[in-house]
């Protein structure tokens, strides 16, 4: 009787399933149990199932689980109850909590948004939930572009390269791409140096992202004829700068961008910012700076 009440109220009122799927959060009707000791969570095959084939295949099929409703499984209780949540609400919170311990004293529970957030990914890898690892993806990507730390960064490449993450994680690309965005800033870091040669997969990872971006600049400064080519990453324009003859000064590290040549260079510093960079002099307005130019050295 409890169903059909259910059921016609679902009909009638189009904001009651969210209200009744957080409701029966609670256990109420439920038929089966999730074990993860030392706790344990009442959850309905109906709403678990379709979205997980580990679930499904457990609960469905003729192995032990299906007989006795009772899946057990090892993983850190606090990120199962907030994958419950997931399946109840679409959505989980970030925040760390303590409310379902682990056991195992050696477990390192996640202390950050962004490890929440890694280890719910891991978790939806390993139970294939790929919508959950999609959310999972973006939370971890919107806390690195609101929340930028190098000293969290740092720990956030030893959690997504080490032995608890899969190894066809799609979080690694987030993560290496970040580097790479804020490689200005990681090249000073003797903790990002150290970490590059005790994850030798990230150093890969982040080493090949750079590579494929300079060779995209490389192939755009062969086929493109107006002088300002590309404005690209402020830390891949520094190690350019810093690193490649053949560029170093072709860059405007103010401006971020890579020029065809050197008399391009010179131009948009005169006509941008009132530069000589011959003489290494400031000028007041454009029309000065343009002036001294051709008088001074006869043009670019």
């Not at 038929?31 to 499904?56: A, G, L, M, N």
């Not at 030893?158 to 804020?182: C, I, M, N, Q, W």
């Not at 700068?241 to 590290?253: K, P």
């Amino acid at each position: 009787m409890h169903w059909f009440a259910l059921l016609r109220s679902m009909a009638t009122n189009p904001s009651t399933p969210l209200a009744i799927l957080s409701n029966i959060r609670n256990g109420i009707y439920s038929d089966f149990e999730i074990k993860c000791h030392p706790s344990t969570f009442k959850v309905h095959r109906c709403i678990i199932c379709p979205q997980s084939p580990f679930f499904e295949k457990a609960l469905c099929g003729k192995f032990q689980e299906a007989k006795t409703s009772v899946v057990t499984i090892h993983d850190d209780p606090t990120i199962i109850s907030k994958m419950i949540d997931y399946f109840y609400r679409g959505d989980y919170d970030e925040t760390p909590d303590k409310k379902h311990p682990a056991n195992n004293p050696e477990y390192e529970a996640p202390t950050t948004k962004a490890h929440v957030s890694i280890a719910m990914y891991n978790v939806a890898d390993k139970y294939a939930v790929e919508p959950l690892m999609a959310l999972a993806k973006k939370k971890l990507e919107d806390r690195l572009t609101l929340f930028w730390s190098y000293k969290e960064f740092i720990r956030i490449i030893e959690k997504v390269y080490g032995p608890d993450s899969p190894p066809s994680s799609k979080l690694r690309d987030t993560v290496a791409s970040f580097a790479l965005e804020h490689l200005a800033t990681l090249k000073e870091i003797p903790a990002f140096r150290e970490t590059r040669m005790e994850y030798p997969l990230f150093a890969y990872d982040f080493s090949t992202l750079m590579i494929e971006k300079m060779a995209s600049v490389e192939r755009k400064l062969r086929i493109m004829t107006t002088w300002d080519i590309e404005i690209i990453p402020s830390g891949v324009i520094s190690l350019i700068r810093e690193t490649c003859d053949t560029y170093r000064e072709r860059v405007c590290l103010d401006c971020c961008r890579l020029f065809m040549d050197k008399a391009s260079l010179k131009r948009h510093d005169t006509m941008k910012h009132f530069w000589c960079s011959d003489c290494k002099r400031s000028f007041g307005p454009r029309g000065e700076a343009k002036r001294h130019r051709t008088q001074a050295h006869n043009g670019y």
